[in-house]
């Protein structure tokens, strides 16, 4: 359930990140170029980097459930209950909302060098490959 919610969810923030934030730097250029989706490298670069971040940052706390389901025994803390929803409760008594993110900050500024990269990259090698009609 954890990878289904991180994926899912993650992955609609991560595309719909990016692509907003390409937007957002269309909007603010002269209108001749809003309608032209070839933007400068750096902002492409951080648009990628707001993109990974907010696929990080939103999903964390189902990474975290799972997470604690892969490594340790959660049936001593959610009185014998397995279950997703369970071990998310457990956790948000336990520990709160900090318990949830925890680790996230260091995950979030890893992954802004890495999806600025991966969307530029992607976005260059589009220009130059032959579309097909």
Wanted: aromatic share 12%.
């Amino acid at each position: 359930m954890g990878t289904l919610i991180r994926e899912t969810g993650g992955s609609a923030a991560w595309f719909g990140g990016f692509e907003g934030m390409k937007l957002v730097f269309r909007n603010m250029g002269p209108a001749a170029s809003r309608a032209d989706d070839n933007l400068p490298v750096p902002q492409r670069m951080a648009a990628g980097a707001v993109a990974g971040m907010a696929y990080n940052f939103l999903f964390f706390p189902a990474d975290t459930i799972k997470s604690k389901m892969q490594t340790e025994d959660v049936t001593r803390i959610t009185s014998g209950k397995r279950t997703f929803g369970s071990v998310g409760r457990a956790l948000w008594k336990q520990y709160g909302l900090k318990g949830l993110y925890r680790g996230c900050g260091i995950t979030v500024l890893r992954s802004a060098p890495s999806s600025a990269f991966i969307f530029t990259v992607y976005e260059e090698l589009k220009r130059y490959w032959p579309t097909r009609s």
